[in-house]
């Protein structure tokens, strides 16, 4: 049997790499997006999807890429920084 997994398209203006979209995927959306606050230096945890996006809202979208916004496979925007 296939697991599905779960892809984000993430555009940021790079701070430590150039501006441009990464394209990361997790086996669920929770990991995914573990992988996306690790991969952009933002250092946020959370123990669920939710958790970690309200977490990004209060930090404004900046790590050490400014995360401009998150869209999943499924075309749903999940983050967008309003800033």
Avoid at 4 to 10: A, D, E, M, N, P
């Amino acid at each position: 049997m296939k697991t599905k997994s779960v892809t984000l398209y993430i555009s940021y203006d790079g701070y430590m790499q150039p501006s441009g979209v990464n394209i990361i995927t997790g086996k669920t959306l929770l990991s995914a997006l573990k992988k996306t606050m690790n991969q952009h230096c933002y250092g946020i945890t959370g123990k669920t999807p939710d958790k970690i996006l309200q977490k990004m809202d209060d930090v404004g979208g900046d790590g050490c890429d400014y995360i401009i916004s998150i869209i999943q496979d499924n075309g749903t925007l999940i983050y967008r920084c309003d800033e």
